[in-house]
């Protein structure tokens, strides 16, 4: 089946620091691409998000890149901080329902 | 003022007993989903329920089944619980297929 593949599933920085998570996706259909933080104990709640007609999208410290062509966007975060500290699910719609399939997470960790 | 409210915020329960988890969304959406988050994090969706239409994850066990009063919300009915569904389960609702505004969830655990 369409699958979204995510990595790093660990990622530790010094405060400061850019932070870059990176995912690819299989289905050509996909249009739409969100990414969400969990924090510990928390709902995963949206913190950016890119549709397929531009290829890029920033947003104060972060920002998401979109290559259509080869199948994978990217979170940035730059100047990291300790409160970024999260996991954090890139998605995408798959499938004949367009539901999103997540990828498995990078637990990102914020060394002050 | 609250988006998508789920109860219970904890459930613990013994092997075997049936449960229900409850769903509500002020949004005005039109879908409406159930996720299983186990152990390592993964986000696994479930169901997802449009205008009467459910689509069923089909690796999901029919011991789940979600029941809709209305479109503003959806519940999670779980027969003969298993250790294997101890998980943490959110609720989310979207206005398209897209966009998804999750729960609090709710961390189920089965002895």
């Known amino acids: 089946g369409e699958n979204v593949e995510q990595h790093p599933s660990t990622l530790s920085v010094q405060e400061g620091d850019s932070a870059v998570i990176k995912c690819t996706y299989s289905d050509s259909a996909s249009n739409y691409f969100p990414w969400y933080k969990q924090e510990l104990g928390k709902r995963p709640q949206l913190i950016i998000d890119?549709?397929?007609?531009?290829g890029e999208k920033k947003d104060q410290r972060i920002a998401v890149t979109l290559n259509k062509t080869a199948k994978h966007f990217s979170l940035h975060i730059t100047e990291t901080q300790p409160e970024d500290s999260a996991v954090y699910f890139c998605a995408a719609p798959t499938g004949s329902a367009r539901q999103l399939t997540f990828g498995s997470g990078t637990q990102l960790t914020v060394l002050p | 003022d609250t988006a998508v409210s789920q109860t219970p915020k904890y459930l613990v329960t013994q092997m075997g007993n049936d449960k229900s988890i409850k769903c509500e969304q002020n949004?005005?959406?039109?879908?409406m989903y159930w996720y299983k988050q186990d152990s390592k994090k993964f986000l696994k969706i479930m169901f997802s329920?449009?205008?009467?239409?459910?689509?069923i994850n089909e690796t999901v066990p029919n011991r789940f089944s979600p029941k809709s009063p209305d479109k503003a919300h959806l519940n999670l009915h779980i027969n003969s619980l298993e250790l294997g569904d101890s998980a943490v389960y959110f609720c989310?609702?979207?206005?398209?297929?897209?966009?998804?505004?999750f729960g609090p969830g709710t961390r189920l655990t089965v002895l």
């Open positions: 989310a609702s979207s206005p398209q297929a897209d966009t998804q505004y």
């Open positions: 890119i549709r397929s007609n531009v």
């Open positions: 329920y449009n205008n009467k239409e459910l689509i």
């Open positions: 949004l005005g959406h039109d879908t």
